[in-house]
């Protein structure tokens, strides 16, 4: 188990901590993290030069652009929901008027349009697999992006 677990630091920081060789945290950073990050505290420290000052306050900002991100995402997934439910509930009421084909009589009982839900069926299962690694590939993102901070912003 890593030295910087318990902390509070979501796992996307703790792998770019890891890719930059940073084994474990300093005292100022033990002192900080904690109430900063997951008390969401804001914190006044002071410690020697080069003990680390700059992450022990360098790793909340980037929690809560984390965490910000993660609202975000959140909000554009409840938006999707709301507009998927809004063209079922359209297509819904498409449906009713197609079931007059039945009465009508399709040579087989069905209606043109429950093929085509067999086939969106086959879609979202593919889809799935799509969003799996369209998350991956968000995720990996964010770390470069994460780890260009810390080299950019925080001049690791
Ligand atoms: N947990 C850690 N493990 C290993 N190295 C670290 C760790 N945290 C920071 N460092 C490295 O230690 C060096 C000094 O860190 P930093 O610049 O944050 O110190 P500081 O306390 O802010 O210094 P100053 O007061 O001079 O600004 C940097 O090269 C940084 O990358």
Redesign the pocket.
């Known amino acids: 188990m890593s030295a910087w677990n318990g902390l509070g630091i979501p796992d996307l920081i703790l792998r770019a ?1 890891a890719e ?7 005292v ?2 033990i002192r900080t993290l904690p109430p900063a990050v997951m008390g969401r505290r804001d914190i006044l420290g002071a ?10 306050f360098g790793i909340p900002i980037l929690h809560h652009i984390l965490e910000d991100k993660e609202w975000d995402k959140k909000n554009e997934e409840i938006i999707q929901c709301d507009k998927i439910q809004e063209e079922n509930s359209d297509t819904e009421n498409n449906d009713d008027v197609d079931d007059s084909n039945y009465v009508n009589g399709n040579d087989d009982g069905s209606s043109d349009d429950d093929d085509d839900d067999v086939d969106s069926n086959t879609d979202d299962i593919e889809n799935s697999d799509d969003d799996d690694d369209n998350d991956e590939e968000k995720e990996e993102e964010e770390l470069v992006e994460i780890l260009e901070i810390m080299w950019v912003a ?3």
Not at 20 to 26: D, N
Not at 47 to 56: H, N, P, R
């Open positions: 901590l930059q060789g940073f084994k474990e945290p300093t100022i950073q410690a020697e030069t080069g003990s680390g000052k700059t992450l022990a925080f001049k690791l």
